[in-house]
């Protein structure tokens, strides 16, 4: 049987409550008030805008990209990237879709390697 999948609101409430974050003082961390983080906590409402996620993220020692991702948001950059490139990006997203973490990881270091040899 397949594990579900935690929600951003779940998660958050798990780190915070386990790195010995109380809801108000957690709230005035990342700027929005104690009845939002609640309710973002219980899955009530949207995640928040992916700048508060990151900071959120941070805040509790987690990975920044990972947290995003599960709020459904996207980091200041990659809009960016994809627009400068916009049918090549998704083309390539699609096409490494399914491969394995460390296939992925493979690639990235592949890709790395051809942007130093252009220098």
Do not use: C
């Not at 709230?27 to 996620?53: G, I, K």
């Not at 990237?81 to 592949?110: K, M």
């Amino acid at each position: 049987m397949m594990k579900k999948r935690k929600t951003f609101g779940q998660l958050l409430r798990e780190k915070r409550l386990a790195r010995g974050h109380g809801l108000r003082a957690f709230a005035r961390l990342v700027d929005v008030s104690p009845t939002y983080l609640s309710q973002v906590e219980q899955d009530n409402v949207d995640p928040p805008t992916a700048e508060r996620v990151k900071r959120m993220a941070e805040l509790l020692g987690e990975n920044v990209d990972e947290w995003t991702a599960l709020a459904g948001r996207l980091t200041e950059d990659l809009p960016e990237i994809i627009h400068e490139q916009s049918t090549a990006v998704p083309d390539l997203l699609r096409a490494v879709r399914g491969l394995t973490a460390e296939q992925l990881r493979e690639l990235r270091e592949r890709a790395e390697r051809m942007k130093k040899e252009e220098r």
